[in-house]
């Protein structure tokens, strides 16, 4: 996990994403079996989990709908076509 400055970075996917985080206020960097990343705050109660996987994306994105939503509800309002 590469440090820059302040920063750390957790990489996900073999880089294609990167998670920068405080190590001064998250630690305990831990990595299940399954693939998910926690952390937890250093001072003060909190946690944080990343998990990284891969989403499906609907292959009609360009027609109508988009993921089940007609493309009307992402018009903005008084669009005229």
């Not at 590469?2 to 996900?12: D, F, H, S, Y």
């Not at 952390?39 to 009609?60: F, Q």
């Not at 109508?64 to 309002?77: L, S, V």
Request: no cysteine; net charge negative; hydrophobic share 35%.
């Amino acid at each position: 996990m590469p440090e820059t400055g302040r920063n750390a970075q957790i990489q996900l996917n073999g880089g294609a994403a990167i998670v920068s985080y405080d190590p001064q206020k998250w630690g305990k960097l831990e990595t299940d079996k399954e693939g998910t990343i926690s952390l937890d705050r250093l001072v003060g109660a909190g946690n944080a989990a990343i998990i990284a996987e891969g989403i499906g994306i609907p292959s009609n994105v360009g027609g109508r709908y988009f993921g089940g939503i007609e493309e009307e509800a992402f018009r903005p309002a008084g669009f005229v076509p």
